[in-house]
């Protein structure tokens, strides 16, 4: 079982916060891998907020081969964070020659774009270089997005820690927004792009459990949309259902719960919104899903949510203070990092529910 977790601050904090969240809950590891998202930042990307940053994990070839294309597709390039990493054959990691963390300005005819048109030209854009790399197997591209890093690996999650220096608080790498998970995708083979979170368009998802209905959701998610692809992950569907449920359908969050663990249909006839429910679980049967899970997401407007499975038989526990928030798949990881924290007031949030976190810290529940 995968341990999952996530960091909501009012306060710029640094990576290890998160790493410390899930070391308690290391009997959910597996040693396969590492993995986060990071949001609203601060230390090295401090001055392009706005940007687009791009993450991404290559060879040299395939940094030479993401540089011609973005320099042929007019981006240029404000700001670039490499890390260094420490070199020590101990350390259980399959590292790739390099990681580059980029900022760019937009091309200059689409400076006055729509934040829509941005958002599809950066969509466009990532797919673009994650095929050109896949082609020649050269790297992977985990997100282009204004304010958003992403950092996968493979190994032990420790060891990855180590090799990246995210024990280290030296204040480079700081946000308010982190979901992260210390396993890698172990249903299907292991690859950098298996692992959580997930990220599309502003859109951070990660999972526990597993979700049955795989094949369902994949073949109906393949027709939907043109970022939809990959699907190393039966996880992956959470995320696309999120994206296409708030993205596409412009729907209010408390939908996606309706939409991925409908009620049952004798219980939608007592209620004032059955017909509308009735309708979304006609219409979108193949995006439910089915199995023991819980998601915790991050949205684009920064707030984080999670919720359960229908049968709740995957445990989250919410947490927090008055500066900081935090979700784990365990009590124990919130006690680590949030000790003195009011415990009464922790939520366990049930089958029929989605709980989100906004940008003031409230946590609010939104009932099926």
């Given at each position: 079982?995968?341990?999952?977790g996530?960091?909501?601050?009012k ?72 890390p ?13 020659p ?22 599809e ?33 493979i ?8 090799y ?77 259902t999120?994206?296409?449920?708030l ?27 059955g017909?509308?429910?009735?309708a ?14 819980t ?74």
């Amino acid at each position: 079982m995968c341990r999952i977790g996530a960091i909501k601050s009012k306060e710029f904090f640094h990576p290890s916060a998160a790493l410390h969240l899930m070391l308690p809950q290391q009997e959910g590891h597996d040693n396969s891998g590492f993995a986060m998202v990071m949001q609203d930042l601060a230390g090295v990307f401090s001055k392009h907020k706005d940007k687009p940053l791009l993450s991404l994990a290559c060879t040299q070839k395939g940094a030479k081969l993401v540089e011609d294309y973005m320099e042929a597709n007019d981006f240029r390039q404000l700001a670039e964070w490499i890390p260094r990493g420490v070199k020590n054959v101990k350390l259980d990691i399959k590292a790739m020659p390099y990681y580059i963390f980029r900022n760019y300005d937009y091309p200059e005819y689409y400076r006055d774009a729509s934040e829509e048109a941005k958002g599809e030209l950066l969509l466009d854009t990532r797919l673009a270089l994650r095929e050109l790399l896949e082609k020649q197997d050269q790297g992977y591209v985990y997100s282009f997005w204004p304010d958003v890093l992403t950092l996968k690996e493979i190994g032990d999650p420790w060891d990855i820690a180590t090799y990246f220096k995210l024990w280290d608080n030296n204040g480079d790498l700081m946000a308010k927004n982190v979901v992260v998970q210390c396993r890698q995708n172990t249903n299907y083979d292991i690859v950098r792009y298996a692992a959580h979170p997930f990220f599309l368009q502003g859109y951070t998802l990660c999972a526990n459990g597993e979700n049955t209905f795989y094949t369902k959701n994949k073949e109906y998610q393949k027709s939907l949309h043109r970022g939809y692809i990959g699907f190393e992950s039966d996880s992956q569907n959470f995320l696309y259902t999120l994206h296409y449920v708030l993205q596409e359908l412009k729907w209010p969050i408390k939908y996606y719960k309706h939409v991925i663990t409908p009620l049952p249909f004798n219980e939608l006839s007592s209620r004032s919104d059955g017909a509308e429910l009735r309708a979304i679980r006609q219409s979108l049967g193949s995006l439910e899903i089915n199995g023991p899970n819980t998601v915790i997401g991050m949205l684009p407007n920064g707030s984080i949510m999670t919720c359960c499975d229908s049968k709740k038989l995957r445990p989250v526990v919410v947490g927090g203070d008055d500066t900081m928030v935090a979700i784990a798949s365990e009590v124990c990881g919130l006690n680590a990092i949030l000790p003195h924290r009011n415990q009464e007031l922790d939520v366990y949030p049930n089958e029929r529910e989605v709980v989100i976190i906004n940008d003031a810290l409230e946590v609010e529940r939104w009932k099926q």
